[in-house]
Structures are given as structure tokens and as C-alpha cells.
């Protein structure tokens, strides 16, 4: 067994997929989209764009080193091949090496659902593209986050999804019992 990175670089691109896609409550189709030019290296984390979204609200996200993030980020750029013409960061993985053909919706999608396999969760297939997002604001609303975070982090125009989240949160459910009794 290898380090926690590169077992999830080893189950493909999943690895950056996932940690990109719950750090920034990405949309499938927005980590397809994803360019090396929208992710900063800064040194102690990544500074993450997405330029277009369904809401026309562009996001800025950031990615801390926890479990040693930064240096998958940096592993994957570095098997990308030189001769590699667009500029979509992800690339097809096998064995090792970056091909220069860009995933697809359709793998993206598939992250969750080959994440919860390797996990051995039961029912893998209901684990859809959407679950990266709804996986952030699931985390930050179990964490006590307040709606506006949640709604700007997640882009929603109205309050009322992250209202959801907030309200189903493990977090606002134990207060509710705390006071209970
Ligand atoms: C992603 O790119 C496709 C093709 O260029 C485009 O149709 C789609 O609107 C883009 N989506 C986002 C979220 O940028
Ligand atoms: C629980 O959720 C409801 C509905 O969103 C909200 O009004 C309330 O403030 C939340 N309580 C806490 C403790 O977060």
C-alpha cells in the first residue's frame, strides 16, 4: 500500500476530482471545464476559479495541503504531457501517465460512484456526479457554518438550498435535541 495520495491517484484522476470537487462544491460539468490557468499554485494551498457557472455567480475556491493535497495537485500537473494542446486540467490516467485526452462529462460524473466502491459502500450507483457538491455543503453545514457561507460557497442565487442543508445538518439537528432536553 502506498500513501493516501497515491492510492487515489491510483484509482485515476478520481483523486484530484474528489478533493477539487468537495473543496469547491463543483458541478460536473464545471471540473470538466477546469483549465490549468484557473488553478494557482501559491505555495501553501491552490487558488481555484470557475469562471462560468448555471448561476452566472463566478466562484473562487480554496484548497489547503490537508492530506497532502498540494502534492497530488502537483503530481498529477507534472505527468501531464508536454505536447498536450488545450488547456483542460483533467486528463486521462492509466498506469501511471496522463493521456492528452481531456475527461469527459461522463467519467466526471462517474467519481462519486468509483469513490464509493473503493470505499465498499453499499449502493454504489447512487452516488451521481452531484454528490461532490452536495458532499461540500453537506460538510460545511455539519460543521455550523452559517447559510450565507454555505449560499455564496456554493453559489445558489436564493438561500433557500443552503437553507436546506443548514436545517438537515447534523449540527443544527444536535442543538435542536440539546435543547429538547
Ligand atoms: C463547459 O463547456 C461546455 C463546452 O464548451 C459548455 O457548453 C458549458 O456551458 C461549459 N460549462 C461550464 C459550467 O463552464
Ligand atoms: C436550524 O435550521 C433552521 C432552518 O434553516 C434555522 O432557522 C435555524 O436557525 C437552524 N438552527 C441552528 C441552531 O443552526
Known amino acids: ?3 493516501p495520495s497515491e492510492i487515489l491517484l491510483g484509482t ?3 483523486g484530484l476530482g474528489l478533493i477539487l470537487g468537495i473543496a469547491g462544491a463543483c458541478r460536473t460539468d464545471e471540473l470538466v471545464n477546469l483549465t490549468v490557468d484557473d488553478i494557482e499554485d501559491v505555495g501553501s494551498s491552490l487558488i481555484a476559479k470557475i469562471p462560468n457557472t448555471k448561476t ?3 466562484r473562487i475556491f480554496v484548497v489547503t495541503d490537508v492530506g497532502n493535497m498540494l502534492e497530488l495537485f502537483r503530481k498529477y500537473l ?3 504531457p508536454p505536447h498536450v494542446k488545450h488547456k483542460r486540467l483533467f486528463l486521462y490516467y492509466k498506469a501511471g501517465k496522463c493521456s492528452s485526452h481531456p475527461v469527459g462529462k461522463n467519467t466526471m460524473g462517474k467519481i462519486p460512484s468509483v469513490v464509493a466502491s473503493y470505499l465498499k459502500l453499499p449502493d454504489v450507483a447512487c452516488y451521481t456526479g452531484h454528490c461532490l457538491r ?3 455543503a453537506t460538510l460545511l453545514a455539519d460543521a455550523g457554518v452559517d447559510i450565507t457561507t454555505i449560499k455564496r460557497h456554493a453559489g445558489w442565487k436564493s438561500t433557500t438550498v443552503a437553507e436546506g442543508y443548514v ?3 447534523i449540527e443544527n ?3 435542536i435535541a440539546n435543547q429538547v432536553f
Do not use: C, Y
Request: glycine fraction near 4%; hydrophobic fraction near 15%; proline fraction near 5%.
Open 12 to 14: 485515476t484522476d478520481h
Open 78 to 80: 507534472s505527468l501531464r
Open 134 to 136: 452536495r458532499s461540500s
Open 167 to 169: 436545517e438537515n445538518s
Open 173 to 175: 439537528k444536535t442543538k
Open 1 to 3: 500500500m502506498g500513501s
Open 56 to 58: 452566472k455567480i463566478p
